[in-house]
């Protein structure tokens, strides 16, 4: 007999993305003053203001209780609690940093984000990809190419027209970020010709 998620009852499907699950931040909850002992807390997930979930956390020495109901498909409702472990790590300046002891069977992983499903655990217990992981060599360029025209302050969109320097911003570090643009551009437009081709 195993413990909590032995067995993997838990696991939706592997090969998913974080995107895709609900989320613990603990570095969000030491921001907000959650993690002061004894403290009760809820914590809720919305989607165009919407509220679609909710938790109930209980904080106490070294760990957090998570409360909270769930079902697969339409079954029944299925009541959950059970403790997180929380682990502190000194900072450099000062202070220390609270992280997240992964509460899957046989894991214990120091993590800062939970993803939920039947329980909340790691990325790693859940088999979970980040977003870029899956991107392709085009779809990369591209979001790259994105990334650099915002930091620009250029329009979004590969296809519109550059801008100019933005005020303040060193020669140098232009001329670096245009060169890496331009690059990026013509990886994303062949690899969109070649995919066109294909179809």
């Given at each position: 007999?195993g413990?909590?998620g032995s067995?993997?009852?838990?696991?939706?499907g592997?090969?998913?993305?974080t995107?895709?699950?609900r989320?613990?931040?603990v570095?969000r909850?030491?921001?907000?003053g959650f993690?002061n002992?004894?403290?009760?807390f809820?914590?809720q997930?919305s989607?165009?203001g919407?509220?679609i979930a909710s938790?109930k956390?209980?904080?106490?020495?070294?760990q957090?209780?998570?409360?909270y109901?769930?079902r697969?498909?339409?079954?029944?409702?299925?009541?959950?609690?059970?403790?997180?472990r929380?682990d502190?790590t000194p900072?450099?300046?000062g202070?220390q940093r609270?992280w997240?002891?992964?509460?899957a069977?046989?894991?214990?992983?120091?993590?800062?984000?939970?993803?939920?499903?039947?329980?909340?655990?790691?990325?790693?217990?859940h088999?979970?990809?980040y977003?870029?992981?899956?991107?392709s060599?085009?779809?990369?360029?591209?979001?790259r190419?994105?990334?650099?025209?915002?930091?620009?302050g250029?329009?979004?969109g590969?296809f519109?027209d550059?801008?100019l320097?933005?005020?303040?911003?060193?020669?140098r570090?232009?001329?670096?970020?245009?060169?890496?643009?331009?690059?990026?551009e013509?990886?994303?437009?062949?690899?969109?010709?070649?995919w066109?081709r294909?179809?």
């Amino acid at each position: 007999m195993g413990g909590l998620g032995s067995g993997r009852y838990w696991h939706y499907g592997a090969n998913d993305i974080t995107d895709n699950y609900r989320t613990l931040d603990v570095r969000r909850w030491q921001r907000d003053g959650f993690l002061n002992q004894n403290r009760s807390f809820g914590w809720q997930w919305s989607s165009n203001g919407e509220k679609i979930a909710s938790i109930k956390a209980r904080t106490e020495t070294d760990q957090v209780i998570l409360t909270y109901s769930h079902r697969i498909g339409d079954g029944d409702w299925i009541k959950e609690s059970y403790p997180v472990r929380l682990d502190w790590t000194p900072c450099n300046y000062g202070g220390q940093r609270a992280w997240f002891r992964c509460p899957a069977s046989g894991c214990g992983r120091r993590v800062a984000i939970l993803y939920g499903g039947t329980i909340f655990a790691c990325r790693h217990c859940h088999q979970l990809a980040y977003p870029s992981q899956r991107e392709s060599i085009g779809d990369r360029a591209t979001r790259r190419v994105d990334n650099i025209r915002k930091r620009l302050g250029w329009e979004p969109g590969m296809f519109n027209d550059d801008g100019l320097k933005p005020k303040g911003m060193h020669w140098r570090t232009f001329e670096r970020l245009t060169a890496e643009h331009d690059y990026l551009e013509e990886v994303s437009i062949g690899k969109l010709a070649k995919w066109l081709r294909l179809l």
